[in-house]
């Protein structure tokens, strides 16, 4: 009995449908990682400014530097799992244009 999605061809060590879902999960969390770092990024700016308001002190430019830290850090994410997301994609193409040449010969 064969299952759902499994290829034919013997030299196939993976499942494309399940590569398929892994590179939908992968655009998922890179919006949710970089969705995460914004509402943290906020929430850090949120608590500076109001004890800086609260303690009447002036705020540290230091924070303005790590705050912009961590936003590179969250966009570097984003970037490298869409990355990853995108090679996925080019391997199965690649994998597939490559089965069709054979065929066609």
Do not use: C
């Amino acid at each position: 009995m064969e299952q759902k999605g499994h290829t034919h061809f013997p030299g196939t060590y993976f499942d494309k449908d399940s590569i398929l879902r892994l590179e939908r999960w992968s655009r998922l969390i890179a919006w949710a990682v970089l969705g995460a770092y914004v509402i943290d990024a906020a929430y850090q700016v949120y608590q500076t400014v109001s004890n800086a308001l609260i303690g009447n002190y002036p705020l540290d430019f230091y924070f303005a530097f790590g705050l912009l830290m961590r936003i590179l850090q969250g966009a570097m994410l984003f970037a490298l799992l869409q990355i990853a997301a995108k090679a996925m994609l080019i391997l199965l193409d690649i994998e597939d244009n490559t089965r069709r040449m054979v065929r066609s010969k």
